[in-house]
Each structure stands twice: as structure tokens, then as C-alpha cells.
Nanobody, 115 residues
Framework: QVQLVESGGGLVQTGESLRLTCAAS????????IGWYRQAPGKQRELVAQ???????NYVNSIKGRFTISRDNAKNTVYLEMNSLKPEDTAVYYC?????????WGQGTQVTVSS
């Protein structure tokens, strides 16, 4: 199993940037796919970005060109660089890892973008 801890959220203005960090309790080199999801008030949780152990990335259309996911297996960490933030990006952002047949979630970090 693995514990995931997110950090880096906060309150920013439209157009500003944030970098979210997901720290894993075990080596991420053994974890195939790690992703970031978000959940806005009153909405379902949605996939934002994923990255495989080989570095293949997948992004939801609404954030393409603005967000970048990366992973550093030496630090057991996954990042989400978020640029040109918009009010509609406001949500709780969750880190997600698939290990074997199980899915693991962090506790989430709040991102609020003011207009």
C-alpha cells in the first residue's frame, strides 16, 4: 500500500501559478500510473492529469497547455505545475495512485482562484 500527501494549494488570483506536490510513502518507481484529480463544490471528481512510470502523460482538455504533470521517482514525488489559473480551476485537488489492483487517494489540497 501507499500513503499520498498533497501540498501546495492556496488562494491565488486569475492568471497566477501554483505547483502542487504529491509525496508518496513508498518508492514511486513501483507505481505504474499516478494522477491528479479535482473536485469542485457540487461537482463530481474529475481527472486532471496522469503520468505513467515511463513518462507518458494524459491531460483533460480544459487544462491542456496550462498544467504540466511530472514525477521524480528519486524523491517519490509527483508534481502538478498549474499556470494561467482561472476561477473555474477552483477545487480540491487529489493525488491518486494505482498499485496492483488497488487505488489510493490523498487527503486533498484546496486551490482557490479569485477573479
Amino acid at each position: 500500500q501507499v500513503q499520498l500527501v498533497e501540498s501546495g494549494g492556496g488562494l491565488v488570483q486569475t492568471g497566477e501559478s501554483l505547483r502542487l506536490t504529491c509525496a508518496a510513502s513508498r518508492s514511486t518507481s513501483n507505481i505504474g500510473v499516478i494522477g491528479w484529480y479535482r473536485q469542485a463544490p457540487g461537482k463530481q471528481r474529475e481527472l486532471v492529469a496522469q503520468i505513467s512510470n515511463g513518462g507518458t502523460t494524459n491531460y483533460v482538455n480544459s487544462i491542456k497547455g496550462r498544467f504540466t504533470i511530472s514525477r521524480d521517482n528519486a524523491k517519490n514525488t509527483v508534481y502538478l505545475e498549474m499556470n494561467s489559473l482561472k476561477p473555474e480551476d477552483t477545487a480540491v485537488y487529489y493525488c491518486n495512485a494505482i498499485l496492483g489492483f488497488k487505488t489510493y487517494w490523498g487527503q486533498g489540497t484546496q486551490v482557490t482562484v479569485s477573479s
